[in-house]
């Protein structure tokens, strides 16, 4: 292993509680990476010797983004759909279907080709870890090579063939949850980390989804959910039930629901980007942190309720609409994604951690939600190593 000194760094953010503050920030600091990992954070002047350095003149440093949700695994787009939205039509979950036809029809080559170029824009905007989830296949042979897809680009893949009952299935609900609880299960159990559930009016409802999540407990997949995104409904109270690592969404939220999540620890994931793109009220994301709750900030990139890769546009969002200061933003987008996943290596520059992170160009992490839309990451690391 060799190791690498990143010094210059005007700011840089650990997330690390012993470095004082909400990001463990450090003014012109240095950052030492062995191999894949972080191995020493501090003060440039106390900088130890490497192998090799570089200097970022005066750059901010941050922890690569966590992005804990999205839907990279699908053909064509539903850019009608978008443009009919900002003309009045309300968004509903019966757009997924058309996205699942286009993926039934689309090669493996087409779709892996379609995943690589997502992740490529996600790496370029900072992001380090990709959660992606299958869901618009919805059929037993779909549903596995889009789990043996996204394997190729991460670990973290979730199992989502219970994101609506596809039209073949429409007048046999049951038998579907059948299909998703057996015989899909079966076939994709040896490519998936997580199991999900869509728990919304026009998905599934809470007595289907536990009968959904059990089974994939039973598998070894742990749960996370899609959750009150488009009313209240039972999705938060069955996320803390069955110990889902996530809820995502959280729009909708009662003081039970709130209270539900802070006792249980599950995590709320929220998704800005879905209400820009749908018009949407945003989740009230002040109400969730005054009550204790972890928070992760996610693109939910998909090609219906929000086509963005952007980490960085999310935290604008979660500022600007969503009354979370800069350094909760951040700190969702990196740590709370983490957490998120249930990966205490991720999301932070301590030593042992994964040495992911991003160059701005820009003095502060500040000038994420100050200048949202430009491309301030310069570079982006995964392992200790430039992309």
């Not at 709320?268 to 992760?296: C, K, M």
Request: proline share 6%; charged share 15%; net charge negative.
């Amino acid at each position: 292993m060799t190791s690498l000194l990143v010094t210059g760094i005007g700011s840089l953010v650990t997330n690390d509680p012993a470095h004082g503050g909400p990001l463990g920030e450090l003014a012109d600091a240095a950052l030492l990476v062995d191999g894949s990992k972080v191995a020493w954070a501090g003060p440039r002047a106390q900088a130890p010797a490497a192998d090799t350095a570089i200097d970022v003149g005066g750059r901010a440093v941050v922890p690569g983004f966590v992005d804990s949700h999205s839907h990279l695994v699908f053909a064509g787009d539903r850019a009608a759909e978008f443009a009919a939205r900002m003309t009045g039509t309300p968004y509903s979950a019966g757009g997924i279907r058309t996205t699942v036809a286009a993926t039934r029809q689309a090669t493996d080559e087409q779709l892996t080709a379609n995943v690589a170029r997502l992740v490529t824009e996600m790496r370029r905007q900072g992001t380090t870890t990709i959660e992606i989830k299958s869901g618009y296949g919805l059929s037993v042979a779909d549903e596995a090579r889009s789990l043996e897809i996204a394997r190729q680009f991460t670990a973290e893949t979730t199992y989502l063939g219970a994101h609506v009952v596809p039209a073949d299935h429409a007048d046999d609900p049951a038998a579907y949850v059948d299909l998703v609880t057996g015989p899909m299960l079966d076939a994709v159990a040896p490519h998936a980390k997580w199991i999900d559930v869509f728990v919304e009016r026009g998905a599934f409802d809470a007595d289907q989804a536990r009968t959904i999540l059990e089974a994939g407990l039973a598998r070894g997949l742990q749960p996370r959910i899609h959750a009150n995104q488009l009313g209240e409904g039972p999705g938060v109270q069955l996320a803390a039930e069955v110990g889902a690592a996530a809820a995502d969404h959280c729009t909708y939220l009662t003081d039970a629901d709130i209270d539900a999540l802070a006792q249980s620890g599950v995590v709320a994931g929220l998704l800005p980007a879905v209400e820009f793109s749908t018009r949407s009220p945003y989740p009230n994301a002040r109400r969730l942190l005054d009550a204790g709750v972890t928070i992760a900030l996610a693109t939910d990139c998909n090609p219906g309720s929000g086509y963005s890769s952007s980490m960085p546009f999310c935290i604008a969002l979660a500022v600007r609409e969503m009354h979370m200061t800069p350094a909760e933003a951040l700190w969702s987008a990196t740590a709370g994604g983490a957490a998120a996943l249930r990966r205490p290596d991720l999301g932070h520059l301590t030593p042992g951690a994964q040495a992911n992170f991003a160059v701005l160009d820009a003095p502060s992490y500040l000038h994420l939600p100050y200048r949202p839309g430009v491309p301030l990451v310069t570079q982006t690391f995964i392992a200790g190593r430039p992309l």
